[in-house]
C-alpha cells in the first residue's frame, strides 16, 4: 500500500474519531456533591435519659421521634416503650456530604 494512502486512511480514522467525541454530551453544569444516607437504630440509652429503662413519650419527643412513631410502637399502650417495642423503631436515616 502506498504511503500516501495510508497516510489518508489514519487521517480519515483521526477524522472520524475527533468527530465522535466532539459529538458526545458535555455537561455543562457542576454537579452538587451527593448525599450519602446512612440508616442507624440509635440505642435505647440514648432516648433513656432518666435511665428507668423504659423510654417515655417525653423522652421520644425531646429526641425529635415523631409522636405517631411513638404510639406505632407503643404495642401495650402503657406510655412507654420497653425494650422489645424500642427495638422495632426503624432505622433512622443520617445524612452525610461527601466532599469532592
Known amino acids: 500500500m502506498p504511503y500516501s494512502t495510508l ?6 480514522v483521526l477524522a472520524a474519531t475527533v468527530a465522535g467525541v ?4 458535555v455537561q455543562v453544569h457542576a454537579e452538587k456533591p451527593q448525599a450519602k444516607q446512612e440508616k442507624i437504630t440509635p440505642p ?9 429503662g423504659y423510654v417515655s413519650a417525653e ?7 415523631p409522636a405517631r412513631t ?5 404495642v401495650d399502650r402503657d406510655g412507654r416503650l420497653n425494650k422489645d417495642e424500642f427495638g422495632e423503631a426503624p432505622p433512622m436515616r443520617l445524612k452525610e ?3 469532592r
Do not use: C, R, V
Open 7 to 12: 497516510k489518508h486512511k489514519m487521517i480519515l
Open 22 to 25: 466532539l459529538s458526545a454530551p
Open 44 to 52: 435505647l440509652e440514648f432516648y433513656d435519659t432518666d435511665e428507668d
Open 59 to 65: 423522652e421520644a419527643a425531646s429526641q425529635k421521634m
Open 70 to 74: 411513638f404510639e406505632s410502637l407503643d
Open 97 to 99: 456530604e461527601i466532599s
